[in-house]
């Protein structure tokens, strides 16, 4: 399988600027399960040097493409499990030119926008006619592309959702999405194959065929940060559904993951920092 998606300069409670964007924590997915797996990230050259320690520890299957910007947020924590985003730079659209300088050769390909306008529909037009399975992070479909807080909404194009194979949903991104509860309802007219709708250490409810189960998450992990844990899911299971596993099969085996790293993170994480 392959991750494409913008890298991004992150600023975390005033810190230093960190390498942020689903490139930073599906790779801590793919090394986990040492499997075969590519992630293709964007940035401004003028900002490799803040990813070289990615590309280090990842080695072969991490490649960093020019952009002509760099996606840059503003992160800053209440607590573990609040916080405020602002969004400073908006990063490249990946268009004709990007997918074919990214050439990815793996049938399954998991998206990872973090703003809408990364990813448009001609471009997942493209690559559904390319033969690519596409699994679609949701935020994608409710962050509004512009500066400033981020703003979410459900203004997104319903063009982009017959490409897709799965559309991966955060529990609040999904209310957004249906506007209200989601439910099998909204899951048949949004028309997608599978839909995951994750609830953090509630589970996740699978939407196919017209039903839906709720697959329990792996166990609770508290009084950590989770920046991330969406990116690592949906990474994992991609990966799981490339291998051959069934849509229930391969969200526990993610939340595993995701699980495990957040406990890893947890014992790592000075007592009282966010």
Not at 163 to 169: D, G
Not at 222 to 239: E, I, L, N, P, R
Not at 253 to 269: F, I, M, T
């Amino acid at each position: 399988m392959t991750v494409m998606g913008n890298l991004a300069v992150d600023v975390i409670n005033g810190a230093a600027p960190s390498p942020g964007g689903c490139a930073s924590f599906a790779g801590v997915a793919l090394e986990a399960m040492a499997g075969p797996g590519r992630i293709i990230g964007m940035a401004a050259e003028r900002d490799h040097a803040l990813f070289d320690p990615l590309v280090d520890r990842f080695g072969a299957f991490l490649r960093v493409l020019p952009g002509r910007r760099t996606s840059s947020f503003r992160l800053d924590y209440v607590d573990v499990d609040h916080r405020t985003m602002t969004v400073e730079a908006i990063g490249p659209v990946w268009g004709e030119a990007e997918i074919a300088a990214a050439d990815p050769d793996t049938t399954w390909i998991h998206l990872a926008p973090l703003l809408r306008g990364d990813f448009p529909a001609e471009t997942l037009a493209l690559l559904a006619r390319r033969g690519h399975r596409i699994v679609y992070d949701g935020q994608g479909l409710v962050r509004a592309d512009r500066l400033g807080p981020l703003t979410l909404d459900r203004h997104f194009s319903e063009e982009m959702l017959p490409h897709l194979a799965v559309l991966k949903l955060a529990e609040d991104e999904a209310v957004i999405v249906a506007d209200g509860e989601f439910d099998a309802s909204t899951a048949e007219r949004l028309g997608v194959p599978e839909i995951l709708v994750t609830f953090g250490s509630e589970g996740c409810d699978v939407y196919t065929d017209g039903s839906v189960i709720r697959v329990p998450a792996a166990w609770q992990v508290s009084g950590v940060q989770t920046t991330g844990a969406g990116d690592m899911f949906t990474a994992c299971y991609t990966a799981n559904r490339s291998a051959g596993a069934d849509p229930r099969e391969a969200v526990a085996l993610a939340s595993e993951l995701v699980a495990r790293e957040l406990d890893k993170r947890r014992q790592k994480e000075p007592v009282g920092r966010p």
